[in-house]
């Protein structure tokens, strides 16, 4: 049984480019003891995908050159060696960009997707919704009938966390590229009002959509919006810095907030998540969440894209030219 | 009795400039039942000055062209017909960078200068030693044995920043322009270890100095200081907010903080501090200083000019240029 892999070839600078994949085959490697085989069926795409790709010191190691693309996934086990995991069952976890992946189980979870699909588990109830969920309600601390703002609002992180400001009783305001995104925050997400970055002033119409200012601002895209949320800030309020996708291609030196004394003068507060921080605490932000989905309160969207393995550089530059809408995911025929 | 005023004449653009202020002359008030006169006699210079100057939204409102300039003061109660003030009574407040100042008592309050003399009341235990006090200990949360970074070091706040953080029995690095001011970091304050940065690299001399990295630093300056600053914060770290000196007379737009996603990688706090919040709590916190004043664990250090107030424009200028050490006060004759 063959197993084919998508591993770094070169460190990218600026985009990243086809050759700095490799697209690699070998056998399917047997399950020692305590081990299992898990055949991929879907892979989660991220745009973190981009910094791991660094040979820079951050949150987590980077990859290697040579090494297996890190990704989360999900998939059937079809093979074990491992007392808690048999044949058959549905899992997720940092399996890579390949379609068989042997592991121990170290990061594996069993999931139930008699309710809930199994993309579902990559994006909503997977690293992007606990994102959300903990970064909005842990950092963020939003208060009924505060204002909360997010960008790069019809992602994966953004949909979930505008949602939830939603269940919690906050007014809602998403930015996103292009008007079928906007018009879906506010038709499909509930959203109360949506800003069109490619085609509005955004600072001019958060002045609009945010009268008495920003209470929360969820950032996931830095630069030019980071500014203008900064612009419009009310007193104390929390800016959640979980992303940047605008400066991660950057060759130039990222562009810091130019805004940022605002801080000081609305004693506001800017903090940095990572949502491994929370790994404890999955489990209690799942069960929550299912429950939403159940209710119809949190719509869990994806974007899955067919064709394996071969597409998943093509695939993965919709999250830089904002391409997806939801959580994308590659799907492993 | 003739008083003498510095008004604000035209907002600067870039540096201030001579012309930036008009030197006026009347007579002095008659005081109305409920008010009374001071004679000024220390006025403070503050980094803050410069942006009251500008027509912007900030924590407080811009002085307006051909108003008496803000500022801080200390002097002795001449003429009252005021119930709670007497004559000979010694206070500070918001009196304006004039000779005599009429005022209805609102923010002014009485000093007794028998231990603490009047400078240091527009020092450490005015605002400057306030906004060290509540940043340092309200916002960075500093614990024992932890690093504690500030810049704008032998300046106001933050010699008294460093100070405060030894008291805490942290490791405190300052970063200041010039070999005499980190002589004087390490020799008069107690700091641990302190940075040049006109003649040293910073970047470099905070792994050198922190290589446990930071965790928390305390900015006054703004610019590369905070980017290298960044660079090298601890897991957790809290940054202080509290002014940017290095950006007050920039023409050009301010410089974002480029390395801010370290705020992300270290699960970082930016958080800014504006002392007005802490008023009510002034007493408690100059109570607690004065002890370590009395007990020698905190020294108070002004830079007291003479000159009166046609010296104010060049002495202003020692901010800017990091002329002065500790507290810069203007004494009027």
């Known amino acids: 049984m063959k197993n084919h892999q998508v591993r770094l070839a070169a460190r990218p600078v600026g985009e990243i480019k086809r050759s700095d994949w490799q697209l690699t085959e070998d056998d399917v490697a047997q399950p020692k003891d305590g081990e299992f085989v898990v055949k991929v069926e879907y892979i989660s795409l991220d745009p973190a995908m981009r910094g791991w790709m660094n040979d820079a010191r951050s949150y987590i190691r980077p ?22 995991f048999k044949e058959g069952d549905i899992v997720t976890g940092a399996l890579g960009v390949q379609e068989y992946a042997v592991t121990d189980g170290k990061g594996v979870r069993k999931v139930d997707t008699r309710i809930v699909k199994l993309p579902t588990y990559l994006g909503t109830l997977g690293a992007p919704g606990m994102t959300a969920y903990f970064g909005l309600l842990e950092v963020g601390k939003p208060r009924a009938g505060e204002t909360v703002v997010v960008s790069g609002a019809a992602g994966a992180v953004g949909s979930v966390v505008g949602q939830i400001a939603k269940i919690k009783g906050c007014r809602v305001v998403g930015i996103a590229g292009g008007a079928d995104k906007c018009k879906l925050l506010i038709d499909e997400f509930g959203f109360d009002a949506a800003i069109d970055y490619k085609n509005e002033d955004v600072k001019a119409k958060l002045k609009e959509h945010c009268p008495k200012g920003i209470d929360v601002y969820f950032d ?9 949320a900064l612009a419009r800030i009310a007193m104390h309020a929390r800016i959640v810095i979980c992303g940047a996708i605008s400066q991660y291609n950057a060759t130039t030196p990222v562009k810091g907030p130019a805004n940022y ?12 998540i990572v949502v491994f921080d929370y790994v404890d605490r999955y489990g209690e932000a799942a069960r ?13 969207k994806e974007d899955v894209v067919p064709g394996g393995i071969a597409a998943f550089h093509d695939t993965l530059q919709k999250l830089f030219t904002g391409g997806n809408t939801g959580k994308l995911v590659l799907q492993v025929p």
């Open 220 to 228: 996931n895209v830095g630069g030019e919006i980071l500014d203008a």
């Open 288 to 300: 929550e969440m299912a429950g939403w989905i159940a209710e119809g309160k949190l719509k869990a």
């Open 261 to 272: 004394l605002s801080l000081l003068v609305n004693r506001g507060t800017m903090t940095g």
């Open 63 to 84: 990859v290697a050159i040579g090494e297996v693309m890190r990704a989360g996934a999900g998939g059937t086990v079809i093979e074990s060696k491992h007392a808690d």
